[in-house]
């Protein structure tokens, strides 16, 4: 009589391990195209002063408290400096963290703009008191950075943690600015923030480009040929 095959499990062979539930969703987002994010804290990045003929360029990371919203978060080339100011003072206030770093000028000159931007915001993400588990940067480059990060173009207008950054690397910024039109007078830095205008232009003729200029810049090494 043959025998008959039992629908038992063998005790003595190991049960068939079942992948878990959040395996399986992880499998089919990333298969449906969508990213999967683990849970943690997120910090926004971005930069100030990359076109600026003078002065650092700056770069400032921010990790918002769910519980402690912001109104009026955007981009912070749309806001007046009236709404700048009291949002610096309003982030810095209700921020889970915030860092603002510069790379210096000669740092400009002698990694280039781009490499010096990247520095900048690594500087701002390693400067946190806590550590993200992702990082939002504007844009469409990265920095070097050992925490996972995404590049996200017009994230200033969209990511509110990224429109953070924008606002305190603008402020810190345009306050720099000022120091340095202090030091410098001739120039007007306080009006231009060091951006080629008309009037720069100008005083770079007339005066030659002082130590907070940037020499790899074409309008700063012409006034330095003449």
Same mark, same amino acid.
């Given at each position: 009589m043959p025998s008959r095959k039992s629908s038992r499990p063998d005790a003595?062979?190991?049960?068939?391990?079942?992948?878990?539930r959040s395996a399986g969703a992880k499998r089919a987002a990333e298969q449906l195209g969508l990213s999967w994010d683990a849970p %943690?804290?997120?910090a926004?990045? +971005?930069? *100030?002063? !990359?076109?600026? #003929? @003078?002065?650092?360029? &700056?770069? *400032? *990371?921010? $990790? /918002? +408290? +769910?519980?402690?919203?912001i109104d009026g978060l955007a981009d912070?080339?749309?806001l007046s400096p009236l709404v700048r100011e009291r949002l610096f003072d309003e982030i810095r206030a209700k921020a889970l963290a915030c860092s603002i770093a510069e790379a210096c000028v000669e740092e400009i000159d002698? /990694?280039? $703009? #781009?490499? *010096?931007?990247?520095?900048?915001? =690594? =500087?701002? &993400?390693e400067g946190l008191r806590l550590l993200p588990q992702k990082v939002l940067v504007d844009g469409n480059r990265l920095p070097v950075l050992r925490i996972t990060a995404e590049a996200i173009i017009g994230g200033d207008a969209t990511v509110a943690s990224i429109s953070a950054a924008s606002i /305190?690397?603008?402020v810190h910024r345009d306050r720099l600015c000022v120091d340095m039109d202090a030091l410098y007078?001739?120039?007007?830095? @306080?009006?231009?923030? %060091?951006?080629a205008t008309p009037e720069h232009l100008e005083a770079l003729r007339q005066h030659g480009a002082c130590?907070?200029? !940037?020499?790899s810049y074409a309008p700063v090494r012409e006034a330095l040929e003449r």
């Open positions: 003595s062979l190991p049960a068939p391990r079942r992948p878990s %943690g804290l997120v926004g990045v +971005d930069e *100030a002063g !990359r076109g600026p #003929l @003078a002065g650092p360029v &700056v770069a *400032a *990371a921010v $990790i /918002l +408290d +769910d519980l402690k919203p912070s080339k749309v002698r /990694l280039n $703009i #781009l490499q *010096a931007t990247m520095l900048a915001m =690594r =500087r701002a &993400v /305190l690397a603008k007078p001739a120039y007007g830095f @306080a009006a231009h923030k %060091g951006y130590e907070l200029h !940037r020499r």
